[in-house]
């Protein structure tokens, strides 16, 4: 266990530091890492049905994870123009896995469920986290404004803030099982804790470091953030869960050490990227 700390430490220090660099930098370094982490993130999805009888059709479904984010900042700022062709781009992929799943499947290669889990797994993965572009890339900003990265960090801060006074809440307090069967070590006393240090967290750093870069959030704001964030990343650390329970792993991988896989650390991220988007937007943020 004490080797396991020190590893999920070294490797915190330094992939936190980078994630704030590629957060600040943003444009299509921004893109390019989620495009990385999109496909690792299929892979483990794809993985995952694997170990239960299920193959993918991966080069379809790696080459929409890898293209969802980058196709995602060339889109940024023509809101009026891009939906079109992003629905039959879409379209024209799907007609691509079902012909790639009517020539190499057949009938008897269970093409329905191969198709749904390619599918699935690059929209999971890949274009849940490409909710961070419209965040880092509004179409009010200009050119590569830092402003914004802020304001991507503000969900991300509280997602991890949330993570760890759940942890502690549900070490201390112990109680009634939150979700016993996917996620045995979770409790109500960890979820409620999260959620008062995710609310806790968002208004402290609203106050005391946005309000430095310019976000003028009122505590009722910033609170509302907290609030739905701290949900949000509970319901989608659960989520992932179910999907390693059906599987019958601890992890999704091994790739991170002392981590996990990309799947193990982004999935709270899955659900809160994409709410947080929506949230800033219906506050005027972005």
Request: aromatic share 8%; proline share 5%.
């Amino acid at each position: 266990m004490a080797s396991n700390l020190v590893q999920r430490i070294a490797v915190s220090a330094v992939l936190i530091p980078l994630a704030f660099i590629i957060i600040l930098r943003g444009g299509w370094v921004l893109a390019g890492a989620l495009a990385l982490f999109g496909v690792l993130g299929a892979s483990e999805v794809y993985d995952l049905a694997r170990r239960q009888g299920i193959e993918a059709l991966t080069g379809v479904g790696y080459a929409a994870a890898a293209a969802i984010p980058l196709a995602t900042y060339w889109a940024k700022g023509s809101e009026d123009h891009w939906a079109e062709p992003a629905i039959f781009a879409g379209a024209l992929w799907l007609l691509v896995v079902l012909t790639v799943a009517m020539v190499r499947r057949g009938p008897g290669g269970k093409p329905l469920t191969s198709v749904a889990v390619t599918v699935f797994g690059a929209l999971y993965a890949s274009a849940l986290l490409s909710f961070i572009i419209p965040i880092r890339h509004p179409a009010n900003s200009l050119g590569l404004n830092w402003h914004y990265a802020w304001l991507v960090l503000l969900p991300l801060a509280v997602t991890w803030i949330c993570d760890t006074c759940a942890m502690a809440a549900g070490r201390i307090f112990g109680g009634p099982k939150l979700a016993p069967v996917l996620s045995p070590k979770k409790t109500w006393a960890g979820a409620i804790g999260g959620v008062v240090g995710g609310v806790a967290g968002s208004i402290l750093i609203g106050l005391l470091i946005l309000a430095t870069v310019g976000w003028r959030l009122s505590v009722a704001e910033l609170a509302l953030v907290g609030v739905v964030v701290s949900l949000t990343a509970q319901v989608g650390d659960v989520a992932e869960s179910l999907f390693k329970r059906e599987a019958g792993v601890k992890d999704s991988s091994q790739l991170i050490p002392g981590h996990g896989g990309v799947l193990d650390r982004l999935d709270s991220l899955y659900f809160v990227v994409p709410v947080s988007a929506g949230l800033f937007r219906l506050m005027g943020l972005i």
